[in-house]
């Protein structure tokens, strides 16, 4: 186990410090590049902090809907092939749901403020 801070609580206090303390200092093509690493940076940390839970609800998701056990990526593969053949489609019991919360699950580290993203994380099941 290593000492804290963590890798994520460290790109996390570059961004801020970035953000709060350089960014109001800078402006044009300059700023632009800094917000970009700023974003940059949140995306390390949302990575590191949030991105394992989803790929192994992942994995437990493709393990299931394949009745085959492997790597993310293999499974992955495995899928696309199937839908790619015509094997599987939207009709498939479980591809539809495994699909939208692969989508969100991925949106909730690349997008966490994406409209339509904070939409869809909101509703609850009973929802439509």
């Known amino acids: 186990m290593q000492d804290e801070p963590t890798p994520a609580e460290l790109a996390k206090a570059v961004a801020d410090f970035l953000r709060n303390d ?7 093509h300059q700023g632009f590049k800094l917000r970009v690493g700023i974003n940059a940076l949140d995306l390390v940390a949302r990575q590191l902090t949030s991105a394992e839970q989803g790929e192994a609800a992942e994995l437990a998701r493709l393990k299931a809907l394949l009745a085959a056990d492997g790597s993310l990526s293999d499974l992955n593969r495995a899928l696309a092939d199937k839908i790619a053949s015509g094997a599987m489609d939207l009709s498939t019991p479980g591809l539809k749901e495994h699909l939208w919360q692969t989508t969100l699950d991925k949106l909730a580290v690349d997008q966490p403020n994406y409209a339509s993203y904070r939409r869809e994380a909101g509703r609850t099941d009973g929802d439509a």
């Open 22 to 28: 350089i960014a109001p200092l800078i402006s044009g």
